[in-house]
């Protein structure tokens, strides 16, 4: 059964103490993987996609990596304008579907 | 538009009562999804619209729940005779299709928010 697994479920950081966020799949066939920021009342916004194992993506603090069994968005020292839900979601092949993980909760505190 | 548009964007509404969500993809794109966001919770998948293909309508929760959608351009769901457990955000997401191997990258709108008294 296709799955995706997000962790932690929250974390609390510091301004500037960059960490990463995992998101582990299993899928048969992948045909991308979808990072999300979602804040307070609001809809998801999207941030990456990634299609193969080995590609990198950023965008300002965040980065995110992907390999054949996870993804990581990595943050890098942190503003508490970062804190929010990050939802990851794959995409299986053969299927129009998104397979969601309950996303990480992060506070970042000045 | 720019982006995915949803309206309402809040929804009051007593327990029994109808209500009809409406959601405008971005112009072009020929996918249309709805999930549901309960409190605290992941995204559930309710239906999802393909062009002129016959709608996938396998998330849908109960009968009470349907949805249209005209054409490529605007989706309502419609909610009959809601319950306290209506009670969330909906969510809808529109891509593009794109043909081959890779995914297409979802878009969000706003969402519209349900409180069922």
């Known amino acids: 059964e296709d799955q995706v697994t997000q962790s932690p479920e929250a974390l609390r950081l510091q301004e500037g103490e960059s960490s990463s966020l995992n998101c582990s799949y299993t899928?048969?066939?992948?045909?991308?993987l979808f990072w999300y920021r979602q804040d307070p009342g609001k809809g998801p916004e999207f941030l990456f996609t990634?299609?193969?194992a080995g590609e990198e993506k950023e965008k300002e603090r965040l980065k995110a990596t992907l390999t054949k069994k996870e993804s990581f968005l990595h943050i890098t020292a942190p503003k508490p304008e970062d804190s929010a839900t990050y939802l990851c979601?794959?995409?299986?092949?053969?299927?129009?579907?998104?397979?969601f993980g309950t996303g990480t909760r992060l506070k970042v505190l000045a | 538009g720019a982006g995915v548009s949803q309206s309402p964007s809040n929804k009051v509404t007593e327990k029994g009562k109808d209500v009809e969500l409406r959601c405008d993809p971005i112009?072009?794109?020929?996918?249309l999804y709805w999930y549901r966001q309960r409190l605290g919770q992941g995204l559930e998948f309710l239906i999802y619209?393909?062009?002129?293909?016959?709608?996938?309508k396998s998330g849908l929760p109960s009968d009470r729940f349907s949805a249209e959608r005209t054409g490529e351009s605007v989706s309502t769901l419609t909610i009959q005779r809601t319950q306290q457990e209506d009670s969330a955000v909906y969510l809808c997401?529109?891509?593009?299709?794109?043909?081959?191997?890779?995914?297409?990258?979802?878009?969000f709108g706003p969402g519209t928010r349900l409180l069922v008294l």
């Open positions: 997401a529109s891509s593009s299709r794109l043909a081959g191997v890779y995914g297409e990258t979802q878009y």
């Open positions: 899928v048969s066939g992948l045909r991308g």
């Open positions: 990634l299609y193969s």
């Open positions: 979601a794959v995409q299986a092949a053969g299927t129009y579907k998104y397979i």
């Open positions: 112009s072009g794109h020929t996918a």
């Open positions: 619209f393909q062009g002129n293909s016959a709608p996938d």
